[in-house]
């Protein structure tokens, strides 16, 4: 039996079927293909339509160098793959700066958080205590509205420091993406959106 390559592996035996360009290839070297196959390369024909081995491609914007025998990514490619990958990254940073916003929030209800701002314009006496004193009647641990437009406001600032700091460690990432021109900076970014665990 004699075998043959040509986009698949054929033999003559009993009158088997061989394409027309088939190479002919020796036993020995048909054991090392299937042996490359099964470890994770891939059988490609090279410019004389030889088989030989070469590594699986890193990604789908790879395509084989038929000369080198080396996975490339053309330009075209190229510019997708960073387009995608920014806007993967762009996403994670804005998910990951709401769950940061979520963890300080945590133990107030929605109907607290949308009140801040009305609570600190009252506060700041930039509308008429409506809010704060409905506020202040219901609670015993304040002796009067001003102790509490002073917690309102003490609140409102810290709040303003961490969103501000969230904000600008949002908006670095940003400008590091958006500048990046090649994955490699990219993959650098990612790690550090990664250790980025808290303010």
């Known amino acids: 039996m004699t075998i043959y390559y040509k986009d698949g ?7 088997g079927f061989v394409p027309e360009g088939a190479k002919e290839i020796t036993e020995k ?10 470890a994770g390369k891939q059988i490609i024909s090279n410019k004389k339509g030889e088989p030989v081995l070469v ?3 890193p990604s789908a914007a790879h395509v084989l160098n038929l000369d080198t025998l080396k996975w490339e990514i053309s330009p075209e490619k190229m510019t997708a793959l960073l387009a995608e990958r920014k806007t993967h990254l762009l996403n994670v940073i804005a998910n ?3 769950n940061f916003k979520a963890q300080y929030l945590i133990g107030y209800s929605q109907a607290e958080i949308d009140s801040f701002y009305r609570q600190e314009r009252e506060a700041r ?20 509205i ?8 003490e609140k409102a600032d810290l709040y303003a420091i ?7 460690i949002k908006q670095v990432f940003e400008k590091h993406i958006e500048k990046a021109e090649e994955i490699e900076q990219l993959d650098k970014i990612e790690q550090e959106i990664n250790k980025w665990q808290k303010l």
């Open 9 to 15: 592996f054929f033999d003559d035996a009993d009158g």
């Open 29 to 38: 070297t048909h054991r090392t293909l299937l042996e490359g196959q099964s």
């Open 55 to 57: 590594d699986a491609p």
């Open 96 to 98: 990951k700066t709401d």
């Open 125 to 144: 006496n930039e509308l008429p205590t409506m809010l704060l004193t409905e506020i202040f009647e219901g609670r015993d641990d304040l002796s009067s």
């Open 146 to 153: 001003e102790d509490l437009k002073k917690k309102v406001i």
């Open 162 to 168: 961490i969103m501000g700091k969230l904000f600008a």
